[in-house]
Every structure is written in structure tokens, then in C-alpha cells.
């Protein structure tokens, strides 16, 4: 059995966008710059979230009914994890 080199190899591959024919190519780029950016700032807003949890104290804690584990475990997710 022989190997071929990494280096050797060749990935091709191709993307096939299906845009529907009544919307113009600018209306279906606009969707998705869109969803792009609704996507980071959810992303920033659990940034945002999970880095204020980090600044309670036990007494807060206990008021709003979230346990040290609970905390911990929430608090080591990345940002793109719900």
C-alpha cells in the first residue's frame, strides 16, 4: 500500500447557489448579508450575557434562581453554542 503526500492531493469542489428567478441576485444578497449580521450580534449578545453572570454575586445568584453549576456550565460555552 503506498500514501500519497498531502501535499499531492487536490480537493475540488463546487457551489451551486439556487436564487429563484422573481428575485433579483442583489434582493438575495441583501437576505443574507442580513442573516449574516443577525447572526454576530445574536453571537455578541450572548457574549455580552454570559460575561454579566460572570460579574454576580451569590445573593444576585439566588435571585434570579441560578445555581453555581448552572452558572460554571453556562459560563464556559463558546459564543456560538446556545
Known sequence: MTTTPLSAC??????????????????YLASQVRAAALTVHTWRARTRQRRALTRLDDRLLQDVGITHAARSHEIIKPFWQV
Open 10 to 27: 487536490t480537493i475540488e469542489y463546487t457551489v451551486t447557489l439556487r436564487i429563484p428567478a422573481s428575485r433579483p441576485v442583489a434582493f
